[in-house]
């Protein structure tokens, strides 16, 4: 370090203190352990301002620490209280404006937040890499920025807080109203810290309802960033725990066999070992039987967290930390989030009826905060034995056995007649796991008479149950589920032979009743919102009875509206077969139920296309969205928003045809449109400005793009959330435009962070994730990050090939990809292989005249090129240029790109007159369209120097080449590696990436 440092705080020198909300614990740490390498002295200060403080008076106390005040700003810092946006400016205003030096802030949030908090001057930490945020941090501080010294002795520092660890599963998502249990938290995290090698094994243990799970899955956020694996297990059963266990084993990357048992002790042995992780977070979730597992729960370098009932694991060498209920205050806080309209008074009679009990109170006041009762009258109701019905949704029941089906209907026609009726109701659900809660939430007037008493006597429920558990006809299975609702998950485990003798053995008057209860229960069950991620476990759960319950041909509203949004969530998730396998049955039934210009059918039709969309099938979606965009303008005119979806439909399919002015024309229109009806903000307006950037883009008007999609991209993270996969879709835009401007360095900053959050939302094998994966991967590879690269490629493509097949639009995208890379880095015949693979594919899809085709075939020109087919090589670029010049102009970057690989072609088959005038002309062409220092420009500058040369011009060429080094160095920097292959003279290229539409 410097002899001199600036002084950092108003009252000490070199001193920090570190004001955060609990939620941002891992922020403070790393930020510390960030100053402590540089001889600042470091106060964290956990910001929970009391509600009956005034906030000026919480901020002025602030002031009394040490140094310089250091904010911590998120939506978590500000929601404390809680306090609205106009107290805190007041406050802002008041305590920070005034006395500017002696508050700073860091943001790691890209949430609205109070506009006062101008006055902290924030430096932004949100979608950068671990460098460039401390760089951003120390110079807020004024502190030098130069490298970060290394940690003293063996001390490792802690992760930096956006990355995640490099092994993580099945982690419940974040509870985003979890409240207090601080002192737990930490209590639990020194229990932790504190024990020694092989002793690490903390159990939260409480009765049930009190929040064990919560707490556990708040504990992984918080810290979760100091281990390298976090692992959360399903502990319940010896069985499915040793099973979930062992999936560890690949993530681990041991190398095992198939069998669990294997791959179990491989696990247990690594994690002991510590390698090829030390720092491993195991979470057990529901262990209620330590007997039953305490012999599996692995011990080594890192920690155990075990949440259970049951207290009796301290005799199994672990330390308990007693989860209770909530303190009062805490109560009133957590009511307060999940029902704002309740007044402190409110939720503070609430938690006395309910006894501060977690579950509950997160039940009865998400139910009161969409009810006009007051709590006065749901007290009331409670004290009439409601509470114990509620009590009852979260209690667990036994597993069961399994025995002869043949048993129930001899004798349980003798002792419950209602457990026939739910057998029988249980076959139009799928067999195997049957979800019967989705019936005992039904209201009453929606069920049959039979079985009405049997759904809502929890007696008569349970006599039922333990008959058919007696007989071992079906397992009654039951979990504690984690999400924004606490509640009892039920499901009758049912064999599928069982189901089917059921199904046959019954009276048509039931099964046409029967049938229209499961119908209503599943479309009752939609959750509503397929775009939404943390949702798609429901649909998942949903999908595989729509066929049992024969839902296509029900005329039910409802049930339309649940083959939608399944078709919809089959979509988004990447089922795309099993989509256009619904979506094929649902058009022929409707057409047929409903007619052929039914609302519904033009509903239908649109998300169909979707799906065929997604497996490249353009001209037949094209063909579905064009018939829908002519009926519904007649019938209902252009400005319908029905017809506007359609139309929007229609321009994307255009863009995978490859007919880009008339889908920019479209598009350009419907953004009109959506703006004239439903302003700039709403979701469809967004969606449309991404689909025009989209469409300027595959024109080559970068800039346009990247300024549209940037401006999608704010609007969808304040509009939506943060974590929303069309937010996350548009950060993959975003990017893509920097990258192909040449911004490698912003654009691989994105992309990483990006990747890393689509990992955690929508999964690895996500169609999307792959997609913003293949994006890391082209902006590592620009970047010159090469061997990371090379690793991502390969990763991808196989994920794709396995999950979509070869013969998808994605796949072949990132094939095309994997190909021109091979081609320079890897292996020469590999790249062949894949290259024609791709061309006859894109040839197959498109057809001949498509721009993707002429891309391609240049790119398996320069393979050529490279094996020494020369002449081969030169006729099929000359193609290609010409074709792609047909495609989509001369002064398209595509055309451009193709041009200068012409050009080398050219000198190499004895042409170099004409190769000069082509560079020469490219030169031009590019300068206009992308710029002077765009990186295809200064590679024709580059390649022209070269055909120059080759007709002896060398004055020229030098003064040419000098200029665009120059260039090169200002744009890319002197070690990029294409500044470096330009200053050795080696003749640049340009590779076709076909790009998403």
Same mark, same amino acid.
């Given at each position: 370090?410097?002899?001199?440092?600036?002084?950092?705080?108003?009252?000490?020198?070199?001193?920090v203190?570190?004001?955060?909300?609990?939620?941002?614990?891992?922020?403070?740490?790393?930020?510390?352990?960030?100053?402590?390498?540089?001889?600042?002295?470091?106060?964290?200060?956990?910001?929970?301002?009391?509600?009956?403080?005034?906030?000026?008076?919480?901020?002025?106390?602030?002031?009394?620490?040490?140094?310089?005040?250091?904010?911590?700003l998120?939506?978590?810092?500000?929601?404390?209280?809680?306090?609205s946006?106009?107290?805190?400016?007041?406050?802002?205003?008041?305590?920070?404006?005034?006395?500017p030096?002696?508050?700073?802030?860091?943001?790691?949030?890209?949430?609205?937040?109070?506009?006062?908090?101008?006055?902290?001057?924030?430096?932004?930490?949100?979608?950068?890499?671990?460098?460039?945020?401390?760089?951003?941090?120390?110079?807020?501080?004024?502190?030098?920025?130069?490298?970060?010294?290394?940690?003293?002795?063996?001390?490792?520092?802690?992760?930096y807080?956006?990355?995640?660890?490099?092994?993580?599963?099945?982690?419940?998502?974040?509870?985003?109203?979890?409240?207090?249990?601080?002192?737990?938290?930490?209590?639990?995290?020194?229990?932790?810290?504190?024990?020694?090698?092989?002793?690490?094994?903390?159990?939260?243990?409480?009765?049930?309802?009190?929040?064990?799970?919560?707490?556990?899955?708040?504990y992984?956020?918080?810290?979760?960033?100091?281990?390298?694996?976090?692992?959360?297990?399903?502990?319940?059963?010896?069985?499915?725990?040793?099973q979930?266990?062992?999936?560890?084993?690949?993530?681990?990357?041991?190398?095992?066999?198939?069998?669990?048992?294997e791959?179990?002790?491989?696990?247990?042995d690594?994690?002991?070992?510590?390698?090829?992780?030390?720092?491993?977070?195991?979470?057990?979730?529901?262990?209620d039987?330590?007997?039953?597992?305490?012999?599996?729960?692995?011990?080594?370098?890192?920690?155990?967290?075990?949440?259970?009932?049951?207290?009796?694991?301290?005799?199994?060498?672990?330390?308990?930390?007693?989860?209770?209920?909530?303190?009062?205050?805490?109560?009133?806080?957590?009511?307060?989030?999940?029902a704002?309209?309740?007044?402190?008074?409110?939720?503070?009679?609430?938690?006395?009826?309910?006894?501060?009990?977690?579950?509950?109170?997160?039940?009865?006041?998400?139910?009161?905060?969409?009810?006009?009762?007051s709590?006065?009258?749901?007290?009331?109701?409670?004290e009439?034995?409601?509470?114990?019905?509620?009590?009852?949704?979260?209690?667990?029941?036994?597993?069961?056995?399994?025995?002869?089906?043949s048993?129930?209907?001899?004798?349980?026609?003798?002792t419950?007649?209602?457990?026939v009726?739910?057998?029988?109701?249980?076959?139009?659900?799928?067999?195997?796991?049957?979800p019967?809660?989705?019936l005992?939430?039904?209201?009453?007037?929606?069920?049959?008479?039979?079985?009405?008493?049997?759904?809502?006597?929890p007696?008569?429920?349970?006599?039922?149950?333990?008959?058919?558990?007696?007989?071992?006809?079906?397992?009654?299975?039951?979990?504690?589920?984690?999400?924004?609702?606490?509640?009892?998950?039920?499901?009758?485990?049912?064999?599928?032979?069982?189901?089917?003798?059921?199904?046959?053995?019954?009276?048509?008057?039931d099964?046409?009743?029967?049938i229209?209860v499961?119908?209503?229960?599943?479309?009752?069950?939609?959750?509503?919102?397929?775009?939404?991620?943390?949702?798609?476990?429901?649909?998942?759960?949903?999908?595989?009875?729509?066929?049992?319950?024969?839902?296509?041909?029900?005329?039910?509203?409802?049930?339309?509206?649940?083959?939608?949004?399944?078709?919809?969530?089959m979509?988004?998730?990447?089922?795309?077969?099993?989509?256009?396998?619904?979506?094929?049955?649902?058009?022929?039934?409707?057409?047929?139920?409903?007619?052929?210009d039914?609302?519904?059918?033009?509903?239908?039709?649109?998300?169909?296309?979707?799906?065929?969309?997604?497996?490249?099938?353009?001209?037949?979606?094209?063909?579905?969205?064009?018939?829908?965009?002519?009926?519904?303008?007649?019938?209902?005119?252009?400005?319908?928003?029905?017809?506007?979806?359609?139309?929007?439909?229609?321009?994307?399919?255009?863009?995978?045809?490859?007919?880009?002015?008339?889908?920019?024309?479209?598009?350009?229109?419907?953004?009109?449109?959506?703006?004239?009806?439903?302003?700039?903000?709403?979701?469809?307006?967004?969606?449309?400005?991404?689909?025009?950037a989209?469409?300027?883009?595959?024109?080559g008007?970068?800039?346009?793009?990247?300024?549209?999609?940037?401006?999608?991209?704010?609007?969808?993270?304040?509009v939506?959330?943060?974590?929303?996969?069309?937010?996350?879709?548009?950060?993959?835009?975003?990017?893509?435009?920097?990258?192909?401007?040449?911004?490698?360095?912003?654009?691989?900053?994105?992309?990483?962070?990006?990747?890393?959050?689509?990992?955690?939302?929508?999964?690895?094998?996500?169609?999307?994730?792959?997609?913003?994966?293949?994006?890391l991967?082209?902006?590592?590879?620009?970047?010159?990050?090469?061997?990371? *690269? &090379?690793? @991502?490629?390969?990763? +991808?493509?196989?994920r794709?090939?396995? !999950? #979509? =097949?070869?013969?998808? /639009? $994605? %796949?072949?995208?990132?094939?095309?990809?994997?190909?021109?890379?091979?081609?320079?880095?890897?292996?020469?015949?590999?790249?062949?292989?894949?290259?024609?693979?791709?061309v006859?594919?894109?040839v197959?899809?498109?057809?001949?005249?498509?721009?993707?085709?002429?891309?391609?075939?240049?790119?398996?020109?320069?393979?050529?090129?490279?094996?020494?087919?020369?002449?081969?090589?030169?006729?099929?670029?000359?193609?290609?240029?010409?074709?792609m010049t047909?495609?989509?102009?001369?002064?398209?970057?595509?055309?451009?790109?193709?041009?200068?690989?012409?050009?080398?072609?050219?000198?190499?088959?004895?042409?170099?007159?004409? *190769? &000069?005038? @082509?560079?020469?002309? +490219?030169?031009?062409?590019?300068?206009? !369209? #992308? =710029?002077?220092?765009? /990186? $295809? %420009?200064?590679?024709a500058?580059?390649?022209?120097?070269?055909?120059?040369?080759?007709?002896?011009?060398?004055?020229?060429?030098?003064?040419?080449?000098r200029?665009?080094?120059?260039?090169?160095?200002?744009?890319?920097?002197?070690?990029?590696?294409h500044?470096?292959?330009?200053?050795?003279?080696?003749?640049?290229?340009?590779?076709?990436?076909?790009?998403?539409?």
């Amino acid at each position: 370090m410097p002899g001199t440092r600036r002084q950092v705080g108003a009252t000490g020198a070199h001193t920090v203190t570190i004001s955060f909300a609990g939620f941002n614990r891992a922020w403070a740490t790393w930020i510390g352990d960030r100053l402590e390498r540089r001889g600042v002295t470091v106060v964290q200060q956990r910001w929970d301002p009391p509600v009956e403080v005034p906030l000026e008076e919480s901020l002025r106390d602030l002031t009394l620490s040490r140094g310089r005040v250091l904010v911590i700003l998120s939506d978590w810092y500000f929601q404390l209280g809680p306090r609205s946006h106009d107290e805190w400016n007041r406050a802002l205003r008041e305590v920070v404006a005034p006395d500017p030096d002696r508050f700073a802030a860091v943001c790691v949030t890209t949430s609205a937040l109070p506009g006062a908090t101008s006055a902290l001057g924030a430096a932004d930490l949100t979608n950068v890499g671990a460098d460039e945020a401390e760089r951003r941090l120390l110079a807020r501080l004024g502190l030098p920025t130069d490298p970060s010294p290394e940690p003293v002795g063996s001390r490792q520092g802690p992760r930096y807080p956006a990355d995640v660890p490099e092994v993580w599963g099945g982690v419940p998502r974040r509870n985003t109203r979890f409240t207090g249990r601080e002192e737990l938290l930490s209590k639990a995290y020194q229990a932790l810290q504190d024990a020694g090698p092989g002793a690490g094994v903390v159990t939260l243990h409480g009765m049930s309802g009190v929040g064990k799970t919560q707490l556990a899955a708040e504990y992984v956020y918080r810290f979760g960033s100091e281990y390298d694996v976090v692992w959360w297990v399903p502990a319940d059963r010896r069985a499915l725990y040793r099973q979930k266990l062992a999936e560890l084993a690949p993530e681990l990357g041991l190398s095992t066999g198939a069998e669990y048992g294997e791959r179990l002790r491989a696990v247990r042995d690594a994690l002991r070992r510590g390698e090829p992780h030390s720092h491993w977070l195991l979470v057990l979730d529901g262990a209620d039987e330590p007997e039953h597992i305490w012999d599996l729960v692995p011990t080594g370098p890192g920690h155990v967290l075990i949440t259970s009932r049951n207290p009796e694991w301290s005799e199994h060498n672990s330390n308990l930390v007693e989860v209770p209920v909530y303190e009062r205050d805490e109560s009133v806080a957590f009511i307060r989030r999940r029902a704002p309209r309740l007044t402190p008074n409110d939720a503070d009679q609430l938690a006395e009826a309910l006894e501060d009990l977690p579950l509950l109170l997160d039940q009865t006041a998400g139910w009161l905060n969409d009810s006009d009762m007051s709590v006065e009258e749901y007290i009331e109701l409670l004290e009439g034995g409601i509470d114990q019905d509620v009590v009852k949704v979260s209690a667990d029941f036994p597993l069961a056995f399994q025995t002869a089906w043949s048993i129930l209907l001899n004798k349980l026609r003798e002792t419950v007649p209602e457990s026939v009726d739910l057998l029988r109701l249980c076959s139009f659900f799928a067999p195997g796991s049957i979800p019967v809660r989705l019936l005992r939430e039904m209201p009453p007037g929606e069920l049959p008479e039979q079985l009405s008493g049997l759904m809502n006597d929890p007696l008569l429920w349970n006599k039922a149950i333990a008959q058919l558990r007696q007989y071992s006809v079906v397992r009654l299975e039951s979990h504690e589920t984690v999400g924004e609702e606490a509640s009892s998950g039920e499901s009758l485990y049912m064999h599928r032979m069982v189901h089917q003798i059921v199904g046959k053995d019954m009276p048509e008057r039931d099964r046409e009743e029967f049938i229209g209860v499961v119908r209503r229960a599943l479309a009752a069950a939609d959750p509503g919102r397929p775009t939404d991620t943390r949702l798609w476990p429901a649909y998942a759960e949903i999908t595989p009875h729509l066929k049992w319950a024969d839902v296509l041909n029900s005329t039910d509203p409802a049930v339309h509206t649940l083959v939608l949004n399944c078709l919809r969530y089959m979509y988004l998730s990447g089922e795309y077969r099993a989509g256009i396998k619904l979506g094929e049955r649902a058009l022929k039934a409707w057409r047929r139920l409903l007619g052929e210009d039914h609302p519904r059918v033009w509903d239908l039709s649109y998300h169909y296309a979707n799906v065929l969309r997604a497996v490249g099938d353009y001209a037949g979606t094209e063909a579905i969205e064009r018939a829908a965009v002519d009926h519904l303008r007649a019938e209902r005119g252009a400005q319908d928003l029905e017809h506007l979806r359609a139309a929007g439909g229609l321009a994307a399919d255009l863009r995978g045809l490859g007919r880009y002015d008339e889908a920019l024309e479209m598009s350009s229109w419907l953004l009109a449109a959506y703006r004239e009806l439903l302003g700039d903000q709403d979701s469809r307006t967004l969606s449309a400005q991404n689909n025009l950037a989209v469409s300027l883009r595959l024109l080559g008007r970068y800039e346009e793009s990247l300024e549209l999609h940037r401006r999608t991209l704010e609007a969808r993270r304040q509009v939506l959330r943060q974590r929303h996969s069309w937010t996350l879709y548009s950060e993959i835009h975003y990017a893509t435009d920097l990258r192909l401007l040449g911004q490698y360095a912003d654009a691989l900053s994105l992309q990483n962070q990006s990747v890393r959050v689509h990992r955690l939302v929508m999964g690895p094998d996500n169609p999307q994730t792959l997609r913003a994966e293949h994006n890391l991967a082209l902006c590592q590879y620009r970047a010159g990050e090469r061997a990371r *690269a &090379a690793t @991502l490629f390969t990763r +991808v493509l196989e994920r794709s090939e396995r !999950v #979509l =097949g070869e013969s998808d /639009p $994605l %796949t072949m995208m990132f094939a095309a990809s994997q190909s021109f890379f091979a081609r320079e880095h890897a292996d020469i015949d590999q790249a062949r292989a894949i290259s024609e693979r791709v061309v006859d594919g894109y040839v197959d899809m498109l057809g001949e005249e498509h721009p993707y085709v002429a891309g391609t075939r240049a790119n398996h020109a320069l393979i050529l090129r490279n094996v020494g087919e020369r002449d081969q090589a030169h006729a099929l670029l000359e193609e290609s240029l010409a074709g792609m010049t047909r495609a989509v102009g001369e002064h398209h970057p595509w055309t451009l790109g193709c041009a200068v690989n012409a050009s080398a072609l050219r000198n190499l088959v004895g042409d170099p007159e004409s *190769a &000069a005038a @082509l560079t020469d002309a +490219v030169i031009g062409r590019a300068t206009e !369209v #992308l =710029g002077r220092t765009h /990186p $295809l %420009t200064l590679s024709a500058r580059i390649a022209h120097a070269a055909d120059l040369r080759g007709i002896r011009d060398r004055q020229r060429a030098d003064k040419i080449e000098r200029e665009a080094l120059g260039d090169l160095v200002t744009t890319l920097g002197a070690q990029h590696v294409h500044t470096v292959s330009a200053r050795s003279r080696n003749r640049p290229y340009w590779d076709f990436e076909p790009q998403m539409i």
